[in-house]
């Protein structure tokens, strides 16, 4: 079954411990992205990949940090996680890259808080 | 930076009718993406527009590049459509494809 899979799906930490949240895909995407939702703000994108080892900035970066040492795996990292990073997290993927559009796939999402 | 208005915020309608959910933006993009968002918070894509119209069974999504305006249609609502739908900008070109997201349009479908 072609997925995105994240984890963990929820998840409760405290201010200051390292974390990461893994996402999968299993569709062969180059494109990966990652995006947090808040209420009243809606969907943000936090940074995207167009492929293995390409990686960029989106809206708010800021305290996260990511990585694409493979083509399926797309890790969010929280080095030092702050409670203004509590949120509902989304991995999503997609065929494509600069000029080709195609519809993204989501992930199930992550729910963090961080005391 | 992109401004996008959904319209309307939420919207009540009864079972059979008519909808429409509007998305406005202010500066140019590469594509549109309708999505929906259920109320067990998960995503899913319903279309991807650069031009014209896409039509999937009771949804009709349209764009209009020149006026900067997209609307998505529900023809013969039902309780099951009751979700949040989200229009999400995208800009594509050297080497970046970033997304901006309309606020959400809440719908309530009533039996």
């Known amino acids: 079954e072609a997925q995105v899979t994240q984890n963990p799906r929820y998840l409760i930490t405290v201010t200051g411990k390292k974390l990461t949240v893994t996402c999968s895909q299993n569709?062969?995407?180059?494109?990966m992205s990652w995006y947090r939702q808040d209420p009243g703000l809606g969907l943000r994108q936090i940074y995207y990949?167009?492929?293995?080892?390409?990686?960029d900035k989106g809206d708010v970066p800021e305290g996260y940090k990511v990585s694409r040492k493979e083509k399926r795996n797309f890790p969010l990292i929280l080095e030092s996680p702050s409670p203004n990073q509590t949120s509902l997290y989304f991995c999503?993927?997609?065929?494509?890259?600069?000029?080709?559009?195609?519809?993204?796939?989501f992930g199930p999402g992550t729910r963090l808080t961080v005391t | 930076k992109n401004e996008v208005e959904q319209s309307p915020q939420n919207l009540t309608a009864q079972e059979g009718e008519f909808i429409t959910i509007n998305c406005s933006y202010s500066?140019?993009?590469?594509?549109l993406h309708w999505l929906q968002q259920h109320p067990g918070g998960g995503i899913v894509s319903l279309f991807m527009l650069s031009s014209g119209k896409k039509k999937h069974g009771r949804l009709i999504a349209t764009i209009n590049i020149q006026e900067k305006h997209s609307s998505l249609h529900i023809t013969a609502s039902h309780p099951r459509d009751s979700a949040v739908y989200i229009c999400?900008?995208?800009?594509?070109?050297?080497?970046?494809?970033?997304?901006?997201f309309g606020k959400g349009t809440k719908l309530s479908v009533i039996p």
């Open positions: 569709m062969n995407h180059e494109y």
């Open positions: 500066v140019g993009i590469s594509a």
């Open positions: 999400a900008l995208l800009y594509s070109g050297a080497g970046s494809y970033q997304l901006t």
């Open positions: 999503a993927s997609s065929f494509g890259t600069s000029g080709s559009f195609y519809e993204q796939y």
């Open positions: 990949s167009m492929n293995v080892e390409v990686t």
